[in-house]
C-alpha cells in the first residue's frame, strides 16, 4: 500500500459564496467554462478518486447548486449565514465527526486542480504526518491571496496571513494560499473550536487553524504547487476567462 492509500480520505468543497465581484445573482460556482459549472469540472475529477465522502458546503441560491449537481454523489450541507471559510467548514462537523482519517479542504471556484496535484499533495501531508498541510503557488502578482509564512526556508508552516490583515512586508512575499488543504479530521474541528473573527473582515478564517496547531506543537507543512495555474481561483469574470483561455485544451 503507498502512503496516498493509507487512510481513509474524505473531501469538504466550500460552495456557499455569491461572488460578488462576478457582477452575477448567478452562484459563483455556476459559473461556466467551456460550457460547463467551474464546481462540476472540479467534481469530475474528484468523485473519479477514492474519497469516502464527499461534502459541498452551499449557501447563496443553494438550491441551484444542488439541481446542478444532482447527479453527483455528494452531500450537501447549508450555511446559511456565510461567516467566513472556518464557519463554512464547521457547519459539516455533524457529518465528519465520526469520520478518522484525512480531510481535503478545497474551494469549488479552483476548477482546474488535477488528480495529480491532489495526490501530491495527499502523499506529501501523509509521508510528513502532519496535522495540516496547505498546497502554496507562487505567483508574480500574488493580488489579494493570502501569504505564507514559513519557518525560515523549511516546509514547516507557521501562519497564513489574510491580504486585508497584513502588513507591506507581508504582502512583499510571492508565495500564496491556494485555498486548498490537507488536515488529519479530528484535529481540523478541535482547532476551528479555537478560532475567532478578530480581523479585518469580522469573519471566521479556515487559515487560522494553522497558527493553531502550528501553536499547539502539531507539524504543519506547506508544498508548492507544480502548475500554479491550476490553483488559480476565479473571483471575476476577467480571471474567469483568462482561466478558460489557459485550460482550452481541457474542453
Not at 443553494?62 to 467566513?84: D, I, N, S, T
Not at 465527526?97 to 481535503?104: E, M, R
Not at 469580522?202 to 496547531?213: P, R, S
Amino acid at each position: 500500500m503507498n502512503n496516498y492509500d493509507s487512510q481513509p480520505k474524505a473531501v469538504i468543497i466550500l460552495a456557499a459564496g455569491k461572488g460578488t465581484r462576478m457582477n452575477s445573482e448567478l452562484p459563483k460556482v455556476l459559473h461556466q467554462i467551456h460550457g460547463k459549472p467551474i464546481i462540476s469540472i472540479l467534481l469530475d475529477t474528484i468523485v473519479s478518486m477514492s474519497f469516502e465522502r464527499v461534502l459541498v458546503v452551499i449557501g447563496h441560491k443553494g438550491e441551484l447548486v444542488k439541481e446542478e449537481l444532482a447527479g453527483y454523489p455528494v452531500q450537501f450541507v447549508w450555511q446559511h449565514e456565510q461567516k467566513g471559510t472556518g464557519h463554512a467548514v464547521q457547519v459539516t462537523k455533524e457529518l465528519m465527526d465520526d469520520f478518522n482519517g484525512t480531510t481535503l479542504v478545497m474551494t469549488g471556484d479552483v476548477p482546474f486542480l488535477s488528480e495529480q496535484a491532489i495526490k501530491r499533495l495527499i502523499a506529501f501531508h501523509l509521508e510528513k504526518k502532519a496535522a495540516a498541510t496547505c498546497l502554496s503557488a507562487v505567483h508574480a502578482d500574488p493580488d489579494k491571496y493570502g501569504r505564507i509564512i514559513r519557518d525560515g526556508d523549511s516546509d514547516v508552516l507557521k501562519e497564513i496571513i489574510e491580504y486585508n490583515d497584513a502588513s507591506p512586508e507581508v504582502l512583499a512575499i510571492t508565495e500564496v494560499n491556494s485555498g486548498t488543504f490537507c488536515f488529519d479530521n479530528r484535529e481540523l474541528f478541535a482547532a476551528l473550536e479555537k478560532i475567532d473573527d478578530n480581523n479585518a473582515k469580522k469573519e471566521f478564517y479556515l487559515t487560522d487553524t494553522i497558527k493553531v496547531l502550528h501553536n499547539k506543537g502539531l507539524p504543519v507543512v506547506v508544498v508548492k504547487a507544480e502548475n500554479p495555474d491550476e490553483v488559480k481561483g476565479i473571483n471575476t469574470v476577467e480571471e474567469l476567462e483568462a482561466l478558460a483561455e489557459i485550460f482550452r485544451d481541457r474542453r
